[in-house]
């Protein structure tokens, strides 16, 4: 069975850094790329970062860059994002997902995690 299981969540004032992690079972998580996505409460969901298969490029949305960080470890079957000098508009449940490539368009993902939520209080 294909399970993708985040962790890390939690509160945080802003400034603060909290590391996301996201597990990966029932296939090989290097053969695809595994991208965090968050939705805030009425908002529609929305791509935070990715990195690739094979050669781990990264990609960030511009909202986050110079504050997340992503990072494999094969080793461990897992995902991280780093999240630094957060901000009370990063609030969200953020999920993991993975797809055979990096793309920004939430369809494109074929397996996704339940979420962990994050609250940044100012």
């Known amino acids: 069975e294909v399970q993708l299981v985040e962790s890390g969540g939690g509160l945080v004032q802003a400034g603060g850094s909290l590391r996301l992690s996201c597990v990966a079972s029932?296939?090989?998580?290097?053969?695809?790329?595994i991208g965090w996505f968050r939705q805030a409460p009425g908002k529609e969901r929305e791509a935070v970062s990715c990195i690739s298969s094979h050669d781990d490029s990264e990609y960030y949305a511009e909202s986050v860059k110079g504050r997340f960080t992503i990072s494999r470890v094969n080793a461990k079957n897992t995902v991280y994002l780093q999240m630094n000098s957060l901000k009370p508009e990063d609030t969200a449940v953020y999920y993991c997902?993975?797809?055979?490539?990096?793309?920004?368009?939430?369809?494109?993902?074929?397996?996704w995690g339940q979420g962990t939520q994050v609250t940044v209080s100012s």
């Open positions: 029932g296939f090989t998580p290097d053969d695809y790329a």
């Open positions: 997902a993975a797809a055979s490539s990096c793309t920004s368009w939430p369809y494109d993902y074929d397996y």
